[in-house]
């Protein structure tokens, strides 16, 4: 299980004294924690699912891309090299990306079984890449699709 891995990663790099990994792994077990008793509270004795781990992580990739582009704004280099590092982190737990063409491919497919209007198209495409691609990337493939 991803959970397990992550909570023995820590381990690991609490051993190893690597600081920003080990920051960043405490930080991704707290959300995970969090989750955990969510969940246990709905249906007690439940545990968390890999789907459902990584849905926290991908939560938590996303606030740090955002982080990431306001501190560029506020030309703070020190902590968007932070927060990069911290990212590229999570990104090791995270399925690998769609590629931009992978995508267009799955627009193209779900235009072909009939669905033609933005939202529509949206939401087919997104439950097929399922967390493998950034929403925002997707909505600017379906709008050049429809142009």
Known sequence: MLYEQIREDMKSAMKAGEK???ETLRFILSGLNGAQKEKEAKEPGA??????????????????KESIELFRQGNRDDLVEKEETGLAIIRTY???????AAIAKIVDDAMAQGFSDFNALMR?????????????LVGEIIKEKLL
Do not use: F
């Open 20 to 22: 920003d990994r080990l």
């Open 47 to 64: 545990a968390l699912t890999d789907a459902e781990a990584i849905a926290v992580l991908q939560k938590e990739a996303k606030r740090r």
């Open 94 to 100: 995270l399925p690998e990306e769609l590629s931009r």
């Open 124 to 136: 087919e495409t997104m439950k097929t890449v399922k967390g493998r691609a950034d929403g925002k």
